[in-house]
Structures are given as structure tokens and as C-alpha cells.
């Protein structure tokens, strides 16, 4: 095979719980049984093609809980439901589909093992506020602030720092993909953690709800408040103060507000590497990381913002302040509290600054940007970079070529660099002493030419041609957008178990919505796919959002009958809420409830968030 290694130029089983509250909802949508279709996608006749919605949407929470109270005529049909769904439950699984061949991968279709591999379906549960732009409101604090008490909590950070014009509020209240868009009576942004410890601590007293928010980058809804405007939110812009640096040490101290990107320049000033990046590191803040346990594209070598934390401070519901800024690799003194509250998403408390860990910056990073010839080649690729780098490879992110021509066809200044067509792209990257790392990506990349298992490959011979490249990889999301509706996915598999996963969920999707076309993209070495999936070409935008529910089941499915888990790095909040109920063991939602309630027994923490009580 003729190699071609390219320069750039220089121009990226749930039981059912008993609740009062559930009951109604669920009386109500037992009313609105959808026909047996619901949610199939069908061809529509004449010269173009049409879709068309066979079905009717479930009421929204607020419905659901007026028809509750007034129908109750609708419980047997409620009764014959549930049964209906404990006789799904009985049923054994079928065996995944994977006999299909998805055209948008153009990956030969694979005969399942024998007996295997077979769907673990968790007991149906139907939920009148599965939607992902609905919400429950039942374990929400039921009182708003009044004008007095909206002067308290203003009083506590300032005038200048307390806003309550709704056109000044907007830009707190909205979800940049416009999934969610909230109300409140009042945004507070407090200086310091004693100013969060006094917010905290009138809103306890009072029962009023409230929700921490950083940089408003968050994917599913936890930064965002309801629609309902009971709850006051406590925004950390102002907490950005980089409290200290230790290099010595190999730690930095910061506020919660501090930009990720900021924290990298404090770290490379200091001559360390702060390694968590994400394409938002620009406005995302540390805060919002680690609330969330974010990972970024350097998890393969440096772990999540778990692994780079060493301590916290946290503001409790009540406004005591727990001061755990230590600056420790080892502490065996009980129960790690710090492990709590990283990926809480501000339900247990407010984390106003962190420790974090700081690493050795590399000498040289060489990037190569690889296609290859479909997505067999795909795992082994990554064995062999992880066996030629070891520990200097420090990304291994991959995406597919329809992505790919997504990104260069929407993103201004953006080209492909290559020049054929390929499946698959694989954005990879080695760090490590000047001229070793270059040394090992371009002895890398010959092996696997030799082996096919890539095409073609691009290296960067500078910053800037590095640079272009990862910009390739980070507008992937931004670039959906031109393509109409997109249906989103953060899903974790085992590393082994990718290519699986990719095959048995386009073939779930296809059955769903035929001409739908999954773009998924992801950081390879952690097992985290972002299994994203654009509307068909013709579709009404509105009827494929409204498939969001029935495809992300579908999907999930997909992922634990494989061992993985339905959220990565962006969260639950308020998205996957419900899912969490479905595909979690009664014993680890009771153990996550006794643990909520323990700190935050009034509930004020941002409530209809993660989990609901």
C-alpha cells in the first residue's frame, strides 16, 4: 500500500415505588395510551419524501397532576398498564439485531456470538414527564420568595450583584441548545464563600430552592431552574480568584468560578499542566467541572476532574461550610467526602473552591490526524498506539466521516485534510520529551499503514497546524446544528465493547427513524462515546426531537445490555432523571436518596435535579 503522510499547510429491573405524587401523574397518562405506533417514523407519499408522527405526545407534569386530580376514573386504565408492563418485565429479551448493515458507517454488518450478545431491558416504567423538556415538580420546594425576601438575599451580595430584570436574567436562564428555559425571581452572584454560606442559609430557613450555576455550559438541564420561577439562582462568576499556586507542590487552589481555561494558563505560568480540556474550557468554569466529574479528551492519560482533584470547599444546604482544601495524595481518615460531592450537580451542596492537581507540562505534542478503512480497524488501532506510546499517548479521539464532512460544511475555516473519503477519523496525540514524541507518532502511524488499519494520516508540523486539527474534533456538537434536530447521547461502554455498541445502536436507531444518521464521536481511550444522531433530510425538526425519548431508550438499552453506564461526563440533571430510576438497582436509588436527604433534608439543593426524592 502507497503511504501518504500529509503536512498541513498553514491555513477541529426498577420496582415500583409507591408515591402519591407518581400515582397521578401516572393516572393521567394511563389517559393518553399512545396508539401502538407511537414514535415510528413513516415515509410520506408524493415526489419528496415526508414524515409524518403516528401517535400523541403524554401530557406535561402539569397536566398530568390537574388530570390526576380530576380523573380519577382514569386509574384502572392506569392498573391495566402496569400490568401490561410487569408482563413486558417476564419476557425474555430478544437478541440484538446486528444483521443490519448502517449505511451511514459503511461497516460490513456482524453475526452476533452464539447465545449472545442479549438486551438487559429494565421493568418498563411509564412516566408522565419522561420528556426531556418536561420536568416533575414533586419534590420541589413549594415556596417562592416574596418581594421581601428577595431583598434579603439581595441584601447579602449587593444590589450591583443581585438582578431581577428578566431581559438582564436571560442569558442564566437558557440552555444553549434550548432544551431548557427557565424562570426566577432573583439571580444572586456572591464574592465569597461567606456570602454563599448566608444565601444558603436564609434559603434553608426559608424553604426556598436554589440553583448553583457556572459557566451555563452543562448538556443536560442541571444549571438551568424551572419554568415554575420558584427558585432563586446563585451564580459563582464573581468566586474567581485563583487563591493559590503551589508548583513545588504540584497543586492550584481556585474559586468555583475560575474558567477552565484560566486555571490552564495560571498552571503554564507556573510551568505545570492543569490537563482537563474541553471544547468549552472558555467559559466553563471549575465549579461546573467538577459538579458535574467532567472528563475532557485527556481522561486517556490524566483521568477525570475526579482524579485531579485533591480538595474541596462546600458550602452545606444549612450554610455551614465545609473546609476540605487539602492538598493530600493520601487520606485514609473515613468516608471521602470530596468523592460526594464531585459529580453531585449541586444537589448536597455548593462547591465554592477547589485543590487540584497539577502534572508536569510535556515538551512536545505531535498530532496526527489518521482515516481509516472501516471500523474493524478502529480498536485494533488503538491497541497498537496504546502498546507503541504506553503512557505518552495522551489522546486518542475518534469520529465518523459523515461528522467529519458536518464540521468542514458548517464550521467557517475549518477543511478536510486530507483528501479522500473515509468511515472513520481518528484525531490522535503523543506527548512527551522534544523530538521523542514526533519520533513515536510517525513510527506509529507506519505500523498501522503496514497492518491497514489506517488509509491515510496528516501530522501537524506546528502549534497551529495542531490546533486545526483538534478543531476538527471540538465543533463536531456546534456543527449538528446545520443539519436540523439532533438527538444526543453521552454514553460510557467498555473500551473492548465500542464497535459493538456503534453497530447494535444504529441498527436500534434505523428501526426507530428510518434515514436518521448517527454522527458519534468520542474519546476512544475511556470508552465515552457521544453517540449523537441527526434528523433525516426532509424531516420536520419538531417530529424528530419528539422520537428523543423512545430513541434514547432504545440506546441506552443498547448500553447496558454492554456493561456502560447512560451518562459520561455531562451529567443527569434534569435530562436523564428519569432514566436513572430505569436503569439503576432499587438498592443504589435508595442508597443515592438516604444520601441526599442526610444533607439536604428540605430539599433546596437544585431540586428536580439528578435524582428525585
Same mark, same amino acid.
Given at each position: 500500500?502507497?503511504?501518504?503522510?500529509?503536512?498541513?499547510?498553514?491555513?477541529?429491573?426498577?420496582?415500583?415505588?409507591?408515591?402519591?405524587?407518581?400515582?397521578?401523574?401516572?393516572?393521567?397518562?394511563?389517559?393518553?395510551?399512545?396508539?401502538?405506533?407511537?414514535?415510528?417514523?413513516?415515509?410520506?407519499?408524493?415526489?419528496?419524501?415526508?414524515?409524518?408522527?403516528?401517535?400523541?405526545?403524554?401530557?406535561?407534569?402539569?397536566?398530568?397532576?390537574?388530570?390526576?386530580?380530576?380523573?380519577?376514573?382514569?386509574?384502572?386504565?392506569?392498573?391495566?398498564?402496569?400490568?401490561?408492563?410487569?408482563?413486558?418485565?417476564?419476557?425474555?429479551?430478544?437478541?440484538?439485531?446486528?444483521?443490519?448493515?448502517?449505511?451511514?458507517?459503511?461497516?460490513?454488518?456482524?453475526?452476533?456470538?452464539?447465545?449472545?450478545?442479549?438486551?438487559?431491558?429494565?421493568?418498563?416504567?411509564?412516566?408522565?414527564?419522561?420528556?426531556?423538556?418536561?420536568?416533575?415538580?414533586?419534590?420541589?420546594?413549594?415556596?417562592?420568595?416574596?418581594?421581601?425576601?428577595?431583598?434579603?438575599?439581595?441584601?447579602?451580595?449587593?444590589?450591583?450583584?443581585?438582578?431581577?430584570?428578566?431581559?438582564?436574567?436571560?442569558?442564566?436562564?437558557?440552555?444553549?441548545?434550548?432544551?431548557?428555559?427557565?424562570?426566577?425571581?432573583?439571580?444572586?452572584?456572591?464574592?465569597?464563600?461567606?456570602?454563599?454560606?448566608?444565601?444558603?442559609?436564609?434559603?434553608?430557613?426559608?424553604?426556598?430552592?436554589?440553583?448553583?450555576?457556572?459557566?451555563?455550559?452543562?448538556?443536560?438541564?442541571?444549571?438551568?431552574?424551572?419554568?415554575?420561577?420558584?427558585?432563586?439562582?446563585?451564580?459563582?462568576?464573581?468566586?474567581?480568584?485563583?487563591?493559590?499556586?503551589?508548583?513545588?507542590?504540584?497543586?492550584?487552589?481556585?474559586?468555583?468560578?475560575?474558567?477552565?481555561?484560566?486555571?490552564?494558563?495560571?498552571?503554564?505560568?507556573?510551568?505545570?499542566?492543569?490537563?482537563?480540556?474541553?471544547?468549552?474550557?472558555?467559559?466553563?468554569?471549575?465549579?461546573?467541572?467538577?459538579?458535574?466529574?467532567?472528563?475532557?479528551?485527556?481522561?486517556?492519560?490524566?483521568?477525570?476532574?475526579?482524579?485531579?482533584?485533591?480538595?474541596?470547599?462546600?458550602?452545606?444546604?444549612?450554610?455551614?461550610?465545609?473546609?476540605?482544601?487539602?492538598?493530600?495524595?493520601?487520606?485514609?481518615?473515613?468516608?471521602?467526602?470530596?468523592?460526594?460531592?464531585?459529580?453531585?450537580?449541586?444537589?448536597?451542596?455548593?462547591?465554592?473552591?477547589?485543590?487540584?492537581?497539577?502534572?508536569?507540562?510535556?515538551?512536545?505534542?505531535?498530532? /496526527?490526524? !489518521? @482515516?481509516?478503512?472501516?471500523?474493524? =480497524?478502529? $480498536?485494533?488501532?488503538? *491497541?497498537? +498506539?496504546?502498546?507503541? #506510546?504506553?503512557?505518552?499517548?495522551?489522546?486518542?479521539?475518534?469520529?465518523?466521516?459523515?461528522?467529519?464532512?458536518?464540521?468542514?460544511?458548517?464550521?467557517?475555516?475549518?477543511?478536510?485534510?486530507?483528501?479522500?473519503?473515509?468511515?472513520?477519523?481518528?484525531?490522535?496525540?503523543?506527548?512527551?520529551?522534544?523530538?521523542?514524541?514526533?519520533?513515536?507518532?510517525?513510527?506509529?502511524?507506519?505500523?498501522?499503514?503496514?497492518?491497514?488499519?489506517?488509509?491515510?494520516? /496528516?501530522? !501537524? @508540523?506546528?502549534?497551529?497546524?495542531? =490546533?486545526? $486539527?483538534?478543531?476538527? *474534533?471540538? +465543533?463536531?456538537?456546534? #456543527?449538528?446544528?446545520?443539519?436540523?434536530?439532533?438527538?444526543?447521547?453521552?454514553?460510557?461502554?467498555?473500551?473492548?465493547?465500542?464497535?459493538?455498541?456503534?453497530?447494535?445502536?444504529?441498527?436500534?436507531?434505523?428501526?426507530?427513524?428510518?434515514?436518521?444518521?448517527?454522527?458519534?464521536?468520542?474519546?476512544?481511550?475511556?470508552?465515552?462515546?457521544?453517540?449523537?444522531?441527526?434528523?433525516?433530510?426532509?424531516?420536520?425538526?419538531?417530529?424528530?426531537?419528539?422520537?428523543?425519548?423512545?430513541?434514547?431508550?432504545?440506546?441506552?438499552?443498547?448500553?447496558?445490555?454492554?456493561?456502560?453506564?447512560?451518562?459520561?461526563?455531562?451529567?443527569?440533571?434534569?435530562?436523564?432523571?428519569?432514566?436513572?430510576?430505569?436503569?439503576?438497582?432499587?438498592?443504589?436509588?435508595?442508597?443515592?436518596?438516604?444520601?441526599?436527604?442526610?444533607?439536604?433534608?428540605?430539599?433546596?439543593?437544585?431540586?428536580?435535579?439528578?435524582?428525585?426524592?
Amino acid at each position: 500500500m502507497e503511504r501518504h503522510w500529509e503536512v498541513l499547510s498553514p491555513e477541529h429491573d426498577m420496582v415500583w415505588q409507591a408515591d402519591p405524587q407518581r400515582e397521578r401523574q401516572l393516572e393521567a397518562a394511563a389517559a393518553f395510551e399512545p396508539a401502538p405506533v407511537a414514535g415510528r417514523c413513516t415515509p410520506g407519499d408524493g415526489a419528496t419524501r415526508g414524515w409524518r408522527m403516528s401517535g400523541r405526545s403524554p401530557p406535561t407534569s402539569e397536566s398530568a397532576a390537574k388530570a390526576g386530580e380530576k380523573a380519577p376514573a382514569a386509574a384502572p386504565a392506569m392498573k391495566s398498564r402496569r400490568a401490561a408492563a410487569q408482563r413486558r418485565a417476564k419476557t425474555p429479551a430478544r437478541a440484538i439485531n446486528r444483521n443490519f448493515c448502517n449505511r451511514d458507517f459503511c461497516v460490513p454488518a456482524r453475526m452476533p456470538d452464539k447465545d449472545g450478545p442479549r438486551v438487559r431491558r429494565p421493568v418498563p416504567v411509564s412516566y408522565a414527564n419522561s420528556s426531556p423538556f418536561m420536568t416533575s415538580s414533586s419534590d420541589r420546594p413549594a415556596t417562592a420568595p416574596d418581594a421581601r425576601l428577595i431583598a434579603r438575599f439581595a441584601a447579602i451580595v449587593g444590589a450591583d450583584h443581585a438582578i431581577t430584570d428578566t431581559s438582564e436574567q436571560a442569558p442564566f436562564l437558557r440552555e444553549w441548545r434550548d432544551l431548557y428555559v427557565g424562570r426566577t425571581p432573583l439571580i444572586v452572584k456572591p464574592g465569597s464563600t461567606e456570602e454563599v454560606s448566608r444565601l444558603l442559609a436564609l434559603a434553608n430557613a426559608e424553604g426556598v430552592g436554589v440553583v448553583a450555576q457556572g459557566g451555563n455550559t452543562g448538556l443536560v438541564g442541571g444549571q438551568i431552574p424551572s419554568a415554575a420561577g420558584t427558585e432563586i439562582v446563585v451564580s459563582l462568576a464573581r468566586m474567581n480568584r485563583i487563591r493559590s499556586v503551589d508548583p513545588a507542590g504540584s497543586t492550584i487552589t481556585v474559586e468555583a468560578g475560575v474558567t477552565l481555561a484560566d486555571a490552564q494558563h495560571a498552571a503554564r505560568a507556573a510551568g505545570r499542566l492543569f490537563p482537563l480540556s474541553l471544547a468549552s474550557e472558555g467559559s466553563a468554569t471549575i465549579g461546573g467541572c467538577l459538579a458535574t466529574n467532567a472528563g475532557g479528551v485527556a481522561v486517556l492519560s490524566y483521568g477525570t476532574a475526579r482524579a485531579l482533584t485533591s480538595g474541596l470547599e462546600v458550602v452545606l444546604a444549612d450554610g455551614r461550610v465545609w473546609d476540605g482544601l487539602k492538598a493530600l495524595k493520601k487520606d485514609n481518615t473515613g468516608y471521602d467526602l470530596r468523592d460526594l460531592f464531585i459529580g453531585s450537580e449541586g444537589t448536597l451542596g455548593i462547591i465554592t473552591a477547589a485543590t487540584l492537581r497539577l502534572h508536569p507540562e510535556p515538551q512536545e505534542r505531535a498530532t /496526527a490526524f !489518521a @482515516a481509516l478503512p472501516n471500523l474493524d =480497524a478502529l $480498536l485494533p488501532f488503538f *491497541r497498537l +498506539a496504546e502498546t507503541h #506510546a504506553g503512557s505518552a499517548l495522551t489522546a486518542f479521539e475518534f469520529m465518523s466521516g459523515l461528522l467529519l464532512a458536518f464540521v468542514t460544511r458548517h464550521i467557517p475555516g475549518t477543511r478536510r485534510p486530507l483528501a479522500g473519503e473515509a468511515p472513520w477519523f481518528v484525531l490522535l496525540e503523543i506527548s512527551g520529551a522534544q523530538g521523542n514524541a514526533s519520533a513515536l507518532r510517525d513510527s506509529l502511524l507506519a505500523r498501522a499503514a503496514e497492518e491497514g488499519l489506517i488509509t491515510d494520516a /496528516a501530522v !501537524a @508540523a506546528s502549534l497551529q497546524q495542531a =490546533a486545526d $486539527l483538534w478543531r476538527l *474534533r471540538e +465543533a463536531a456538537s456546534e #456543527a449538528q446544528k446545520g443539519e436540523g434536530g439532533s438527538i444526543k447521547h453521552d454514553i460510557s461502554v467498555p473500551v473492548s465493547r465500542i464497535p459493538d455498541f456503534l453497530v447494535s445502536a444504529g441498527d436500534a436507531v434505523e428501526r426507530i427513524c428510518p434515514g436518521a444518521r448517527p454522527v458519534p464521536f468520542g474519546h476512544f481511550g475511556d470508552g465515552n462515546v457521544h453517540y449523537n444522531i441527526s434528523q433525516p433530510p426532509g424531516m420536520a425538526r419538531e417530529a424528530f426531537l419528539a422520537l428523543w425519548d423512545t430513541m434514547a431508550r432504545a440506546v441506552h438499552d443498547v448500553v447496558v445490555s454492554l456493561g456502560g453506564s447512560i451518562s459520561a461526563e455531562h451529567g443527569i440533571g434534569r435530562l436523564k432523571r428519569d432514566e436513572l430510576v430505569r436503569v439503576k438497582s432499587p438498592v443504589e436509588i435508595d442508597l443515592m436518596r438516604r444520601i441526599k436527604t442526610a444533607l439536604d433534608p428540605k430539599g433546596i439543593l437544585n431540586p428536580g435535579k439528578l435524582l428525585e426524592l
